[in-house]
């Protein structure tokens, strides 16, 4: 089911770009205790141009934490977001553009997501991001 509101999905839809939005500013606050929660327990994050796989909820904090030290004058920026779900609503993907913009208002790093999430218990959760 392609994105949503015309489909009677709105909620979900909704539910799924906030759990994207508030990846990324966890991300930027170094909040890696809420960063966490938004993973299912064995969740996934790839960064693809440094070859790295970070899974599972220690991992995933560690993660948070040392990007968020690397890029603490940093914000990151995600957007065209391309939402589906699968048949049974339980399932989603997203392919989207992000970039980080220094303090100094210049982009310095920019590339794509494609997401895998799970419904789990009524919530919406990333499986995997790379």
Same mark, same amino acid.
């Given at each position: 089911v392609r994105g949503s509101f015309e489909t009677g999905v709105s909620s979900d839809w909704a539910a799924v770009n906030n759990?994207?939005?508030?990846?990324?500013?966890?991300?930027?606050?170094?909040?890696?205790?809420?960063?966490?929660?938004?993973?299912?327990?064995?969740? %996934?994050?790839? #960064?693809?141009?440094?070859?790295?796989? &970070?899974?599972?909820?220690?991992?995933?904090? !560690? @993660?948070?934490?040392?990007?968020?030290?690397?890029?603490?004058?940093?914000?990151?920026?995600?957007?065209?977001?391309?939402?589906?779900?699968?048949?049974?609503?339980?399932?989603?993907?997203?392919?989207?553009?992000?970039?980080?913009?220094?303090?100094?208002?210049? %982009?310095?790093? #920019?590339?794509?997501?494609?997401?895998? &999430?799970?419904?789990?218990?009524?919530?919406? !959760? @990333?499986?995997?991001?790379?």
């Open positions: 759990l994207i939005s508030l990846n990324l500013q966890y991300l930027d606050q170094g909040d890696d205790e809420n960063f966490v929660k938004l993973f299912s327990p064995d969740g %996934i994050c790839e #960064v693809v141009s440094l070859n790295l796989t &970070f899974k599972g909820p220690q991992e995933l904090s !560690k @993660f948070c934490v040392n990007t968020h030290q690397k890029f603490s004058t940093c914000t990151h920026w995600e957007g065209n977001l391309a939402i589906e779900f699968n048949h049974t609503m339980l399932e989603a993907t997203n392919r989207s553009y992000w970039q980080a913009i220094n303090d100094k208002g210049e %982009i310095i790093s #920019v590339g794509r997501h494609e997401d895998k &999430f799970e419904k789990q218990g009524g919530k919406w !959760k @990333f499986a995997h991001r790379k």
